[in-house]
Every structure is written in structure tokens, then in C-alpha cells.
């Protein structure tokens, strides 16, 4: 199971672990068909586990909700903190791209303003 979020600096497809964490992806995926994401700004740019990990933004535990991050580097400091619900797979580019974005040393709000164009759901399994 996969999607593509395609953003203004290119596409990121990331695989979900949707047997590992069906909750996340079902929420997740819900709010991609949903077109919820279309057009949200990356408003935080932190440089978790690997390069490439997703994972569900929160604000202490049961209150992940739809924002989601994904990592440049090894951040163990965030491991049993947040839910690792994917990881990317092809547009490695575009990753390089968003970290590479100048931000505001208080915030991490890049400087640049990049959205989410849209996302492409590939098999979702959790559609009835």
C-alpha cells in the first residue's frame, strides 16, 4: 500500500505500514481521499529514527490528528514519541529539496512556502 504526495518541489511516494499501524494509515488515508491535505503548506521543517521515516505529528499521546512529518536523519531522541506509519520509497529528490529549505531559526516555519499539490491513494486496502 502506497501513496504519492505530490508537492511544489516534486513527488514523494511513501510506502504505509498499514498492518503495523492501521489506526494511523486508516486516518491518514481517510484524510488523502478526502482531499484534506490539497494545498497545506510544510509548516515545519526539522531536521527520528532514518532519513525517510513518516510519522504522525502529536501533542502527547491519543492525540495524533492529521499533521505528519517526515525525517532527514536519525532523531532517536522521538523514538515511542510519535507513530511511524511509513516510510518513503521513490522521490528522494524531493526530500533533499525540502531540507534544504532555509527556515526561521524559532519556529522551523520554512521561509519558502511549499504545499501539497495533491496526494495519489495506489490500492488502498482499507476502502470497503
Do not use: W
Not at 69 to 87: I, S, W
Amino acid at each position: 500500500m502506497s501513496v504519492t504526495i505530490h508537492t511544489d518541489v516534486g513527488d514523494i511516494k511513501i510506502e504505509l505500514f498499514c498492518e503495523q499501524c492501521p489506526k494511523a494509515c486508516e486516518n491518514f488515508l481517510a484524510l488523502c481521499a478526502s482531499d484534506y491535505y490539497n494545498g497545506c503548506l510544510f509548516h515545519r521543517n526539522i531536521k527520528h529514527n532514518s532519513r525517510g521515516i513518516v510519522s504522525m505529528a502529536n501533542n502527547g499521546p491519543n492525540t495524533n490528528g492529521s499533521q505528519f512529518f517526515f525525517t532527514y536523519g536519525e532523531q532517536p531522541h522521538l523514538d515511542l514519541k510519535y507513530t511511524t506509519f511509513g516510510r518513503i520509497i521513490d522521490g528522494f529528490e524531493a526530500l533533499d529539496d525540502l531540507e534544504k529549505l532555509a527556515v526561521n531559526p524559532k519556529t522551523f516555519k520554512p521561509l519558502t512556502e511549499v504545499r501539497i499539490t495533491s496526494v495519489t491513494i495506489h490500492a488502498n486496502p482499507l476502502a470497503g
